[in-house]
């Protein structure tokens, strides 16, 4: 593992943050590690922050067959090798349904806590076959452009901006296939609907994404007494939009017990 800054870069994985309390961090369909630097910034100072780079993303080798098994088992793995005995799972927008369905399967170390950030759908996300065709035009900055601009409510500052872009650009094209034609449509709902595991959604009611609406239909129906907390005025890219106010909430969900 090398060391970059005040981050520890692997192939796999970046940490930030030396605290008692273990986050794990699961980036969404068109991020990497790195489009969690802003939250974890605001979290360090009390929690190890660990940013995962799924196959695929963040320029990492892909998977010669990528699944929904697949990427959570890559996620365990990455936890029994950090040898994690206590910890919160993190996931964002896909990361979301990832996690659920890593958590499902673990045979290690369940994690204490999982906090969905406005995820996808464990059942199938609808998105209109004209925007799954225009997105499947990849890699193509014009089209990533359009991407970020309609996932965003908030002005995003220009080196976010910028990331969100070049994030898309760098993901491995069969991999970025396989979640637009078959991931986001892999039903998890019924393998995950009997976890009891603490989990806490957090969600913008503005998200041009994953609509409000979903999340009351698609994600809540199949988890056990989550807990929701709904935001306003953000979009799909809310650890990026407002990290500050995404790391307050957090703060408050890994205060409410000792881990």
């Known amino acids: ?18 605290g008692k309390k273990t986050l794990v961090f699961i980036h969404y369909f068109g991020g990497d590690a790195g489009s969690w630097h802003w939250l974890a910034r605001r979290l360090q100072t009390n929690h190890r922050c660990i940013l995962l780079n799924l196959p695929g993303f963040g320029s990492t080798r892909p998977m010669s067959h990528p699944s929904i098994y697949e990427f959570s088992k890559f996620i365990n793995a990455c936890i029994d090798e950090l040898g994690l005995t206590e910890y919160i799972l993190c996931g964002h927008s896909m990361g979301g349904k990832l ?39 990849h890699p193509n900055a014009e089209e990533a ?18 990331y969100a ?35 806490h959604i957090i969600f913008s009611k503005n998200d041009p994404v994953i609509a409000q609406e979903a999340i009351y239909s ?18 799909h890219l809310i650890p990026m939009e407002a990290p500050r106010k995404l790391a307050r909430q957090i703060k408050r969900i890994t205060k409410q017990d000792v881990l």
């Open 218 to 235: 698609e994600v809540l129906p199949y988890l056990k007494n989550p807990s929701v907390i709904t935001l306003g005025k953000i979009g």
């Open 145 to 162: 452009l359009k991407t970020v601009k309609g996932a965003i409510k908030k002005k995003l500052g220009k080196k976010k901006f910028t």
């Open 99 to 137: 996690a659920l369905y890593a958590a499902k399967i673990m045979e290690g170390v369940k994690p204490k806590k999982i906090i969905l950030i406005a995820p996808s759908p464990p059942t199938v996300e609808n998105m209109a076959a004209e925007e799954r065709d225009r997105m499947l035009k």
């Open 165 to 199: 872009i070049e994030s898309q650009l760098r993901i491995d094209e069969n991999t970025w296939d396989w979640w637009l034609n078959e991931g986001m449509q892999n039903n998890i709902a019924e393998r995950i609907k009997d976890m009891d595991i603490s989990t």
């Open 1 to 18: 593992m090398k060391i970059k800054g005040e981050v520890q870069v692997d192939h796999d994985y970046e940490i930030m943050g030396s």
